[in-house]
């Protein structure tokens, strides 16, 4: 087998800007956004010149939500960026996902909220048809999910789960049958097979893993389904965070999950990987090309982190300011002792520092980071869960602040253990929590995985 190279990218979430994108209510709703929404036809253009014109590889994965919320006039643009590639020489495979399908997606002007025309999932068959579909070896149409040839040697799992809400964001035993039959078919005809899949197969922050919508519905079982069945390398997308992660099944087989920041959201990335054997994998990751833009005299990494800053601190002004909003944002039924606990908690955030933190809890902390506000290092670990590779490791002074205040907690902590441990084996808060501010694995931009 010849090493292959393949370029990966994923939730491009592109919006037609003529459907509208300005106002007083637009900026209200980009408060609360990590990613882009006026500037993304701007980045998807550059991404799609850039990628076009590259002599890296010759072919592109994407890996669902091509469109920012279903609108039928950002599909119909998205397809001439995916003409234009194609014309250019690339072979494109995509999937779609939730955000792909919309009977009411919205956009913005002057007078408020606007309603454009959506799309019905039904339609994404044939307007993606030329890529992905019409290479395909198989195809699962009820699902959206295909089987192609990439190269001699290495065929796509192209998965798609965004349509069954009956059984939630997982596979049905119908799709597990034509994925068995699949990964049947490959190793009988002596191909290595690695799948795309929207969801995350593996959480990419152990702290995401409590969130529901952040990896996919039995992920654990599937993963090891894969894993058995010869599939060791899934690119997935969805939460916009980078990261790179390895389960092993119970029969000792390696998964790698390999999740992409948005196209047009901090931390804005593309991956060049490089299979080249069956069970040695580089992968690399690119930052998404200039894009023409007013940045406000910032650079375009500086403009993007701003966004996803602006997200998090909206949060905990809200959490100060405005708890019954920041409910209504979380999903939690307000109540008169929620939102006063809240408040208190935000009005402290806004004006503590991280010794004084440190001091509340009776634990020491490092001199370097003593005065600094504990704002802006709340801000910095969010921000880290998605753009990956913690920094926060043993031996940096935020680790001995975070994980000193969190030892002194923890005992109080363990009756939420106990509840998550009842479904989760063997949870270990601490063990999440160290995980979750510093990266201690496989880098989550460049490595060289062993399948």
């Not at 994965?61 to 960026?81: M, P, R, T, V, Y």
């Not at 030329?130 to 009820?142: K, L, M, N, W």
């Not at 893993?209 to 079982?221: F, R």
Request: hydrophobic share 40%.
């Amino acid at each position: 087998m010849n090493p292959f190279k393949m370029f990966v990218i994923t939730d491009t979430h592109y919006f037609a800007s003529s459907l509208g994108c300005r106002g007083e209510e637009y900026d209200s709703f980009m408060q609360f956004e990590q990613k882009c929404f006026a500037e993304t036809e701007a980045i998807n253009k550059a991404a799609f010149k850039w990628l076009g014109e590259s002599d890296d590889a010759d072919t592109v994965l994407i890996a669902g939500d091509l469109s920012f919320n279903g609108e039928k006039q950002s599909h119909k643009e998205f397809s001439e960026l995916l003409k234009k590639l194609k014309e250019s020489g690339k072979r494109i495979f995509v999937i779609t996902a939730g955000h792909d399908f919309n009977d009411a997606p919205f956009a913005f002007d002057e007078t408020g909220r606007l309603t454009p025309e959506g799309t019905k999932r039904e339609e994404l068959f044939d307007m993606y048809y030329d890529y992905g579909f019409s290479d395909a070896i198989a195809v699962d149409r009820e699902s959206l999910s295909y089987v192609a040839q990439l190269t001699d040697g290495i065929r796509l799992l192209a998965l798609n789960n965004d349509g069954n809400y009956a059984v939630g964001k997982t596979y049905p035993a119908r799709q597990i049958e034509w994925i068995l039959r699949q990964t049947k078919k490959a190793r009988e005809d002596g191909q290595m097979m690695i799948a795309m899949n929207h969801y995350p197969l593996i959480p990419g922050s152990p702290v995401l893993g409590l969130i529901d919508d952040a990896v996919m519905k039995n992920a654990e079982s599937i993963t090891g389904l894969l894993a058995d069945e010869g599939v060791h390398l899934c690119f997935s997308g969805h939460m916009h965070n980078q990261s790179v992660k390895l389960r092993i099944s119970e029969k000792n087989n390696r998964f790698w999950d390999v999740c992409t920041g948005s196209l047009i959201g901090c931390p804005a990335s593309m991956r060049l990987v490089t299979i080249n054997s069956p069970s040695d994998v580089e992968i690399k990751t690119l930052p998404v090309p200039p894009f023409e833009w007013d940045f406000g005299g910032l650079t375009q990494e500086e403009y993007l982190q701003r966004q996803f800053d602006m997200m998090i601190n909206t949060y905990l002004d809200c959490l100060a300011d405005d708890p019954e909003k920041l409910c209504g944002k979380l999903g939690i039924a307000p109540s008169p002792a929620i939102t006063a606990v809240m408040k208190k908690l935000g009005s402290a955030l806004n004006s503590a520092s991280v010794g004084a933190v440190c001091r509340l809890f009776c634990t020491k902390c490092p001199k370097e980071i003593k005065n600094a506000p504990v704002r802006p290092l709340i801000t910095a670990i969010v921000r880290n869960i998605f753009v990956g590779d913690a920094p926060f490791v043993r031996g940096t002074a935020e680790y001995e602040a975070i994980m000193g205040v969190f030892d002194k907690i923890h005992p109080f902590l363990r009756i939420f253990e106990k509840k998550i441990g009842a479904n989760k084996t063997a949870f270990d808060m601490r063990n999440m929590i160290k995980s979750t501010i510093g990266n201690t694995g496989v880098s989550d931009y460049n490595c060289r995985l062993k399948l």
